[in-house]
Nanobody
């Protein structure tokens, strides 16, 4: 079992920056991937960015060049640096940890943190 706790959300003006943090209750190097998802009102949850145990990253096209995912295994923490924020980035952001064991996928989720981009 892995508990994930997000922090760092808030209200920011367009063009501003925020840094989200996700603290895990156990060694994140044991997780195959960690990532950030978001869900805006009336929309499905979507993948924002992922980082593998080896450090490879992946981003949804809409945030490429603006968001950066990173991690520190010694601190069991994953971050999402969000720059040049746009109103369409407004959503609840969720931290995810995934373990893959053959055909079995186990996902762990945080409680979410609200990000609002508004002037």
């Amino acid at each position: 079992q892995v508990q994930l706790v997000e922090s760092g959300g808030g209200v920011v003006q367009p063009g501003g920056s925020l840094r989200l943090s996700c603290a895990a209750s156990r060694d994140i190097f044991r997780l195959n991937t960690m990532g950030w998802y978001r869900q805006a009102p009336g929309k499905e949850r979507e993948l924002v960015a992922t980082i593998t145990s080896a450090g490879s990253t992946n981003y949804v096209d809409s945030v490429k060049g603006r968001f950066t995912i990173s991690k520190d295994n010694t601190k069991n923490t994953v971050w999402l640096q969000m720059n040049s924020l746009k109103p369409e980035d407004t959503a609840v952001y969720y931290c995810n940890g995934r373990i893959v064991l053959g055909v079995i996928i186990q996902d762990y989720w945080g409680q979410g943190t609200q990000v609002t981009v508004s002037s």
